[in-house]
């Protein structure tokens, strides 16, 4: 086991003789779990926008399993905000178990942050926010909390030890978690209709299915983005971007294929509104929309169609990627905007336009912007004690 876990055990008081003390993988992943919970709870004290875990003990171990029920973020865009706070920080090695000098080994998690930023933009958004008990809604606010609460862990018990990631990755089963973390898990919103959903494990490259684990278990694709992590730690410098970017695109695989996909975009309500979104995408780019108003003079109409267009126009909102910490940018170098007519319920479609995602990304790491992007992640880093409101 790793040097930064903490086992305990009865001595034996027989002279020569051994004991065993085991540290078991259901209380690492319930650590792991538990660690997660912590980010989005509103009864956690936090320091300059980080919340504490167990005064910074560079170790997990079973005495730091709680008891107390914690009070969940209830807003969505609050908790989009605090959960890319910690993929931020967690990417920049500022957690209990961080080490500064791999700052770049969990590199999915940095554009995880600036992806969970823009998904608290999206839920600001007034003609969202206004929506809020449309199925837009809820799938979004969802999707973000079941994502978190499947892949914030997984870097969690690889930062405790490699090789206790190695030998415990199989292990990792909600229905096995202690009693108190299984128990705050199931209270938290979505819970029933999510967590058999995480993951559907799929061929990464064409998104076909392969078996259904649920209770946020692991996938080849988990296994294999974490030993390219392993592969980064011990690679020469000028390797390291390269293995970096492919565990980006399996971890990426993961949360869209075998995560979201089931949990949000094979729900026939969610899928309602991007079909309404291509079809309100479209009448802007054909002009349809205009021309239609144009004929209402001659053909008229009760205008319900040309009212019904119009609030779904309203409605929807672009399908974009800012990479900084603001809210929406000019700059085409930091933005990223999904093809037309993109159909996001394709999984095809939408990995073409992620690894589009993360090719600027990378460029933007890997050159002289490079410090803007940390920049952009210290500041998101600092909204882990957001108030819920």
């Not at 975009?265 to 349809?288: C, E």
């Amino acid at each position: 086991m790793a040097a930064n876990l903490q086992a305990s055990g009865r001595t034996n008081p027989q002279p020569n003789t051994c004991v065993d003390a085991q540290c078991d993988c259901n209380v690492i992943w319930s650590l792991a779990q538990q660690f997660a919970m912590r980010q989005i709870s509103n009864h956690v004290r936090a320091d300059h926008g980080i919340p504490d875990y167990r005064d910074n003990e560079h170790y997990v171990s079973g005495v730091q399993v709680e008891n107390a029920r914690p009070e969940f973020v209830s807003n969505y865009a609050v908790r989009a905000r605090r959960i890319a706070s910690a993929y931020a920080r967690m990417y920049l090695e500022e957690f209990h178990l961080g080490q500064k000098d791999k700052i770049g080994r969990f590199y999915w998690l940095g554009l995880g942050a600036f992806a969970a930023k823009q998904v608290a933009v999206t839920l600001e958004l007034k003609r969202v926010h206004i929506a809020r008990w449309s199925a837009l809604y809820e799938g979004l606010g969802n999707g973000n909390l079941w994502l978190f609460n499947d892949v914030l862990p997984w870097h969690y018990g690889y930062a405790a030890g490699a090789a206790a990631f190695s030998e415990c990755v199989a292990a990792r089963d909600s229905r096995q978690f202690v009693d108190a973390v299984g128990r705050n898990l199931s209270n938290q919103k979505g819970f029933e209709k999510s967590v058999d959903k995480i993951p559907y494990e799929i061929d990464g490259e064409t998104g076909v299915r392969k078996q259904k684990l649920g209770y946020l278990r692991a996938t080849q694709l988990v296994v294999d983005g974490f030993k390219k992590v392993k592969a980064w730690e011990s690679a020469p410098s000028y390797k390291q971007p390269k293995i970096a970017l492919g565990h980006l695109l399996c971890i990426a695989q993961h949360e869209q294929g075998e995560v979201l996909q089931g949990l949000i975009y094979d729900d026939p309500a969610f899928v309602w509104w991007l079909g309404n979104q291509r079809a309100a995408l479209a009448a802007s780019d054909d002009t349809a929309f205009n021309d239609r108003m144009q004929l209402s003079r001659y053909f008229p109409s009760d205008g319900s169609d040309l009212a019904a267009m119009a609030l779904i126009r309203a409605l929807v909102p672009n399908l974009q990627l800012v990479l900084t910490s603001e809210d929406t940018t000019q700059d085409p170098d930091f933005l990223s905007v999904a093809p037309d007519r993109t159909v996001l319920q394709n999984y095809l479609q939408r990995m073409f336009w992620i690894k589009g995602v993360a090719k600027k990304y990378h460029d933007l790491m890997q050159g002289p912007y490079k410090q803007k992007m940390l920049d952009s992640l210290a500041t998101i880093a600092q909204w882990g004690s957001l108030p819920d409101k």
